[in-house]
């Protein structure tokens, strides 16, 4: 069974950084990418960012391009999220999830079937 745990997540100001970690278990953690979404207040959840299995390839929504990065420990079945010059708009719950395929090709937004139970980040203006 998938088993994941974010932790991480608190409250800060404007221009601040967090960083949020997800700890997997389940399977060979090293065979899947990593998903980092969110869902805000009476919104849909949303795709933040992406890792592929090996750690060489990474995708980001426009909102947050250049100021978050996705990255892996595989040694340590950990994906983190840094995020840095955090904004109000950044207020959300953040979910980490793994791809239902294993190692691959292409990297996608869309195909993860396992999550953890979430994180809030709370920016205040």
């Known amino acids: 069974q998938v088993h994941m745990v974010e932790s991480g997540g608190g409250l800060v100001q404007a221009g601040g950084s967090l960083r949020l970690s997800c700890i997997a278990s389940?399977?060979?953690?090293?065979?899947?990418?990593m998903g980092w979404f969110r869902q805000a207040p009476g919104k849909e959840r949303e795709f933040v960012a992406a890792?592929?299995?090996?750690?060489?390839?990474?995708v980001y929504a426009d909102s947050v391009k250049g100021r978050f990065t996705i990255s892996r420990d595989n040694a340590k079945n950990t994906v983190y999220l840094q995020m840095n010059s955090l904004k109000p708009d950044d207020t959300a719950v953040y979910y980490c999830?793994?791809?239902?395929?294993?190692?691959?090709?292409?990297?996608?937004?869309?195909?993860?079937?396992?999550w953890g139970q979430g994180t809030q980040v709370t920016v205040s203006s």
């Open positions: 890792i592929n299995w090996s750690g060489d390839s990474t």
């Open positions: 389940g399977r060979t953690f090293s065979n899947y990418a």
């Open positions: 999830a793994q791809d239902w395929a294993g190692r691959r090709t292409v990297l996608t937004r869309s195909t993860y079937d396992y």
